[in-house]
């Protein structure tokens, strides 16, 4: 069955549905900080992104119909540094209450051409790349609503433990019951903060934990949520591979993906 986010024509191989783009074009026009153009050249434009996001190619590759290549890649670039991706990402997510969040995260490898960022700026470590059991990687944080909708992502290297990122995945969330997560996020700090924010904390007592701590098992089954997440935001080829030397332009293409993710549920 065709996915109800895009369709198929025969110029173009991805393009963004009309109940997609009718939802997209008003919020993007009230954006200030970005220059929209005429309707039907920015809607080419984020279709030639999804089809780079879903397929994994070069740019080089992009099929003509969409436009010169190296066009779009640099207003790729210009939208990813303003956040506008981010910004539709959370226009998509923003209504509805949440029972339940889950926080997760995986590992994600690097290519080879995603090195070389700049010392003078930091580096690889500033540009979340780094070195773990997997190589040259990558790890993207995730947190996600118990009804498989995308909330937030950070990105940090490969070799970083998860739960530096659990406070500011669940900072500014909706209020929810519950904050699912595995043994990675057994931390007495990290309890405190979820029970502050007035919800239950549905974790996994690492094995190690000497005081054992009692934990909802009927609750943290939907901890599944998650992980068929991640499995389907892997589906799409580019944030599957990082190809991308900066950790804004990559992000980019994980807020793509997760809103055509949640696209399908409109």
């Given at each position: 069955?065709?996915?109800?986010?895009?369709?198929?024509?025969?110029?173009?191989?991805?393009?963004?549905?009309?109940?997609?783009?009718?939802?997209?074009?008003?919020?993007?026009?009230?954006?200030?900080?970005?220059?929209?153009?005429?309707?039907?050249?920015?809607?080419?434009?984020?279709?030639?992104?999804?089809?780079?996001?879903?397929?994994?190619?070069?740019?080089?590759?992009?099929?003509?119909?969409?436009?010169?290549?190296?066009?779009?890649?640099?207003?790729?670039?210009?939208?990813?540094?303003?956040?506008?991706?981010?910004?539709?990402?959370?226009?998509?997510?923003?209504?509805?209450?949440?029972?339940?969040?889950?926080?997760?995260?995986?590992?994600?490898?690097?290519?080879?051409?995603?090195?070389?960022?700049?010392?003078?700026?930091?580096?690889?470590?500033?540009?979340?790349?780094?070195?773990?059991?997997?190589?040259?990687?990558?790890?993207?944080?995730?947190?996600?609503?118990?009804?498989f909708l995308p909330l937030r992502f950070t990105l940090t290297a490969g070799q970083r433990h998860d739960i530096t990122q659990a406070p500011a995945l669940?900072?500014?969330?909706?209020?929810?019951?519950?904050?699912?997560?595995?043994?990675?996020?057994?931390?007495?700090?990290?309890?405190?903060?979820?029970?502050?924010?007035?919800?239950?904390?549905?974790?996994?007592?690492?094995?190690?934990?000497?005081?054992?701590?009692?934990?909802?098992?009927?609750?943290?089954?939907?901890?599944?949520?998650?992980?068929?997440?991640?499995?389907?935001?892997?589906?799409?080829?580019?944030?599957?591979?990082?190809?991308?030397?900066?950790?804004?332009?990559?992000?980019?293409?994980?807020?793509?993906?997760?809103?055509?993710?949640?696209?399908?549920?409109?």
């Amino acid at each position: 069955m065709q996915p109800t986010n895009i369709t198929e024509t025969q110029d173009f191989p991805v393009m963004i549905s009309d109940a997609v783009w009718n939802s997209i074009l008003p919020f993007l026009k009230a954006l200030p900080t970005i220059y929209v153009g005429t309707p039907e050249d920015c809607r080419r434009f984020l279709s030639a992104v999804a089809w780079i996001t879903k397929e994994g190619a070069t740019w080089r590759a992009l099929p003509k119909a969409y436009g010169y290549w190296n066009t779009i890649y640099r207003r790729f670039g210009r939208w990813s540094d303003a956040g506008v991706f981010e910004k539709l990402h959370e226009h998509f997510h923003a209504a509805g209450e949440v029972s339940a969040l889950l926080v997760d995260a995986t590992v994600v490898r690097a290519h080879s051409c995603a090195a070389g960022a700049p010392k003078k700026n930091g580096g690889q470590e500033t540009e979340a790349l780094g070195r773990s059991r997997g190589g040259f990687t990558t790890k993207l944080h995730a947190a996600v609503s118990g009804d498989f909708l995308p909330l937030r992502f950070t990105l940090t290297a490969g070799q970083r433990h998860d739960i530096t990122q659990a406070p500011a995945l669940i900072a500014g969330t909706p209020a929810c019951e519950y904050v699912i997560a595995d043994a990675a996020y057994d931390s007495d700090a990290f309890r405190a903060e979820i029970i502050a924010e007035g919800a239950e904390a549905v974790i996994r007592p690492r094995k190690s934990r000497v005081e054992d701590r009692p934990y909802d098992q009927e609750v943290y089954k939907l901890r599944n949520v998650i992980e068929r997440f991640f499995h389907r935001l892997k589906q799409y080829r580019r944030v599957a591979t990082r190809y991308d030397k900066y950790a804004v332009r990559y992000l980019g293409f994980v807020y793509v993906a997760a809103i055509l993710i949640t696209a399908k549920k409109m």
